[in-house]
Structure formats: C-alpha cells, structure tokens
C-alpha cells in the first residue's frame, strides 16, 4: 500500500509540474509583449527613434563618402535601393505590408518624373555631404523650406505669413554667416589638412552641389505633392515605387559615369575599412526603413506640429553630431550659423502652427466650383 501511495503521489506530482513551464513562458511572453506595447505607445520613444534614425542616417553617409578616394556616389545609392526595396518586399511577404501597391506600368510611367527627381536630391545630397561639413551641410538645408515654400505659393495656392518670411530672413542669413566660417576657417588653416587653395576649391564644390541640391529636393517635394494623392500612393508605395524606379537609373549612371576597374575599387573599399563600409551601407538602405517608420511613429503618437517641431530642433543635434564626430571646425562664425539656423527653425516651426490654427478658424461663405483633381491638389497643399 505504501509503495502504491508513493506511485500515485509521485503520478500526482508530474501531472501537477507539467504544465509550470509553459505558463511560465506565457507569462515572460505576456511580459515581453507588454513592455513592447508599453515603449511603442510612450511619445518620448517615438520622437527618440526619429531623431536617431534622422541622425544616425546623416552620419552614416557623410562617414561612407567621407574617404580621400570615394568617387563611386552611383554604386552607393544604387546599392541603398537594393537594400531597401528587398527590405520591403521581404516585409510584404510576412504579412507586415498587405497594402503595398503593386508595381502598374500605368502608374510607373506617371511616377517616373518623381523618381528622376529622387535620385537628383540623394545624388546631390552626397556630393554635398562629400565636399561640405555636416553643421554647414544641414544649415544651408534650410534654403529647401523656402523654394518649397514658393513652388507652394505659386503651384498649389499657398500662403507665406509675415513669421515666415522672418524665418526665411534667418534662414538666409544663417547660411551666409556659415559660409563665411568656413571660408574664413579654410583661409586659416582650421579644420582642414590640405593647402588653402584647394580647401577652398573644396568648398566652392561643395556649395554648388549644395545649391543644386536645393533644387532637386524642392522639385522632389513639390513632384511628390502634385502625384501622391491622385495615384492614392501610401507613405510606403511612395518608397516603394521611388526606389524600385531609380534603381536602374543609378545603375546605368554608375557604369557610364563611374571607374569599376579593380584598381578603383580597391581605393574606394581599402581592406581596413571595407567592413565598416559594408556595414554602413547595410545601414543607409535600411536607414530608410527606419525614418519611415520612426516618422509615421511620431506622428501618430504625438502631432503633425509636434513632429515638424522636432524635425526643426534636430538640426541643433545633428549639426553637433557633425562636430563631434567628424571634426568640424569650431569657430564663433560657425556655431553662430548653426544657432542662427536653430532659431529660424524655431521661428518656422510656430509660424506653421499659427498658420493652420487661422486656417481652421476661417470659416468659407462661399464654395467655388473646383475639379477633383484642383481639389485633391488643395488639399495635399493644406496638409
């Protein structure tokens, strides 16, 4: 009878243990998805993962075509929008993009324009990144608010209050203060390695691809306007489209412009930072995945003003980020640029919200005859 007791008892027992372990890992799931859940719906998280992604992804290109040697800025992008098209379809395939357009001819030809002008701006981006220091690169940035601003005025209806045009005045002055000190710091012999002359070369490039990126970034935004809602695009057919379309524009420029010879490219990919390249591209093309994502984060979590704000006090980190990671001449010129530059962002960004609040009090006594598509372009403009 004892022997007997203790068999059942013990039946008892691993019939009582078993089911410990899976309750126990339904409990550190419940855990796990909890504190996922708690950091997804936390603002604080979100506008940190956009300004790191934002950031991060700035630092990442200057780093990659920072070298003496680099002259291969078509391969590079060419190789973001592999990355970063494989990211997207691999994302439809498990179920996270049900809703991703699919790739219409009709609808490629009429996006086509948007992509040429896509890989005008992150072409431009490079160069400028390539021959001009980061603080200076994201101060002169600030001159794309106002030709877009203009090509809203003239295109889409838009408004320019007199807050700002204060910040447009700051705006310009910022990027004349910052290329004054950097100019005055080539002269000097600040921040840079390599003779006078050709720091000042340097700098000259730099300004007119800077200027040249002005313009495809502005007419990028205002392409983008003008087509993403009358082809019902999303935030993520819009990146798919964008670079799936300019990749075999990236890579018929590559193989015309650029020296694929093995000479050259052991230049460009020397053995003892080709790791830290490969792994920065990795980066970039991903890169893009993540502000998508962090900035649609953003702004569902917190506000439209909030994100745009946040956008406009990033460039104080990012300017600084150049500083500290590159070696970016400090100057009074330069850090009076980049405090300038913060304030017309600041400027912008309440001159902005004033303006949709007036919008919104001003009440139409009248409605005026309007096709669907003027109406859709009204719209996107007061976005």
């Known amino acids: 009878m004892s022997a007997m007791d203790d068999k059942e008892s013990g039946k008892r027992e691993s019939f009582l243990l078993k089911p410990a372990a899976p309750i126990y890992r339904a409990r550190a799931d419940r855990g796990m998805g909890s504190f996922f859940s708690q950091l997804e719906s936390n603002p604080g998280a979100a506008v940190l993962a956009y300004c790191f992604s934002s950031i991060s992804m700035t630092v990442v290109n200057k780093y990659v ?109 910022s990027s004349i203060v910052a290329a004054w000190a950097d100019i005055q710091a080539a002269l000097n012999g600040v921040g840079h390695s390599v003779e006078t002359d050709v720091a000042i070369s340097t700098l000259h490039a730099g300004y007119v691809w ?101 956008g406009y006090l990033n460039k104080l980190p990012l300017a600084i980020s150049g500083i500290f990671f590159f070696g970016a001449p400090v100057t009074f010129g330069s850090v009076s640029a980049i405090l300038l530059g913060f304030f017309s962002g600041l400027i912008y960004g309440y001159g902005k919200m004033k303006q949709r609040e007036q919008s919104k009090q001003v009440l139409p006594t009248t409605r005026p005859a309007m096709s669907a598509s003027s109406q859709s372009q009204k719209d996107v403009s007061n976005s």
């Open 65 to 173: 075509v920072s070298g003496s040697s680099w002259n291969l800025n078509f391969l590079y992008l060419a190789i973001q929008s592999v990355i970063c098209t494989a990211a997207i379809l691999g994302l439809k395939q498990m179920g996270m993009l049900p809703n991703l357009a699919a790739l219409e001819i009709g609808k490629a030809k009429r996006w086509l324009p948007v992509s040429i002008a896509f890989v005008g701006m992150i072409f431009t981006s490079t160069k400028s990144l390539q021959f001009l220091s980061v603080p200076v690169y994201t101060i002169f940035k600030n001159l794309t608010i106002i030709v877009i601003a203009y090509g809203e005025v003239r295109w889409f209806g838009g408004s320019v209050t007199p807050l700002l045009l204060l910040s447009f005045g700051f705006m310009v002055l």
């Open 210 to 310: 800077m200027g040249l990126n002005v313009f495809c970034t502005a007419s990028y935004v205002l392409g983008t306007r003008k087509f993403i809602t009358s082809l019902n695009f999303k935030d993520w057919d819009t990146m798919f489209y964008n670079n799936l379309l300019s990749l075999p524009i990236m890579v018929i420029c590559s193989l015309v412009t650029e020296d694929w010879t093995p000479a050259n490219l052991a230049k460009n990919f020397p053995a003892e930072s080709r790791n830290n390249l490969m792994i920065g591209m990795l980066y970039s093309g991903l890169g893009a995945i993540f502000i998508s994502y962090s900035s649609a984060w953003c702004i569902r979590k917190t506000s439209s003003t909030t994100y745009s704000f946040v």
